[in-house]
């Protein structure tokens, strides 16, 4: 998606916190969304955030809102080697579909 | 519940030969959406559809099409392939909602050689 953007790689050692950043483009989105993709997997939804909030956490999730600057972060804490996987970033324009960043794959290392 | 269903999982098809891919929305769920991913170009919007009406297309050529059932089962064809139309393809729902939730299906990956 174009008018998403987030950086390809991360690379993590497991303990550690990830932080993956995004930026996104339309103002008008209601919600902001973080997405999971495992190997030969479809997208899992991971969390959402209603533009209207600064912050949501969800147990080791944590989403930052920087409405102003249009970024968007997550936080994992204590990150798993099952965290590994690639992770979209995606807005709402409010026309029946989503657009989505590249995706940021993460990588755990022991 | 069951999760959304996709048919079949893998295929390979020629150039110039057309694909139908199948869809099966979360129970209750009158949304679906059409993604495909690529490698280069990643997750790029095909079509959504609302009670068997597209209530929008991304810019993909005529020769991909989609159209949905009264039961909210939806099919998406592609005719004439071309090599650069191996992908993944991705169907989602969203039930009634406000907060626009997709649920992916785990999607069909098509090869044309």
């Known amino acids: 998606g174009e008018d998403v953007e987030q950086s390809l790689f991360l690379s993590v050692r497991e303990g550690d916190s990830s932080v993956i950043n995004c930026t996104y483009t339309?103002?008008?989105?209601?919600?902001l969304y973080w997405y999971k993709q495992e190997p030969g997997a479809g997208l899992q939804l991971l969390t959402y955030i209603f533009s209207n909030m600064d912050m949501k956490q969800d147990q080791r999730l944590t989403v930052l809102l920087n409405k102003k600057d249009k970024h968007l972060s997550l936080r994992i804490a204590d990150t798993q080697t099952g965290d590994s996987a690639i992770y979209f970033c995606?807005?709402?324009?409010?026309?029946?579909?989503?657009?989505f960043g590249a995706g940021t794959t993460v990588t755990v290392r022991a | 519940k069951a999760g959304v269903t996709q048919t079949p999982r893998y295929l390979i098809k020629t150039r110039g030969q057309q694909v139908t891919l199948s869809c099966s929305p979360i129970?209750?769920?009158?949304?679906v959406s059409w993604y495909q991913q690529t490698p280069g170009q990643g997750l790029q919007f095909l079509f959504e559809y609302f009670s068997e009406t597209q209530r929008n297309k991304g810019n993909f050529p005529g020769r991909f099409s989609g159209r949905q059932f009264s039961n909210s089962r939806s099919e998406m064809n592609v005719s004439t392939l071309e090599l650069g139309d191996s992908a993944l393809y991705l169907c989602a729902s969203s039930g009634s909602g406000d907060t626009g939730e997709l649920f992916f299906g785990e999607g069909s990956r098509l090869t044309v050689l």
């Open positions: 339309d103002s008008s989105s209601t919600y």
């Open positions: 995606a807005e709402s324009p409010n026309d029946y579909k989503l657009s």
């Open positions: 129970s209750g769920h009158r949304s």
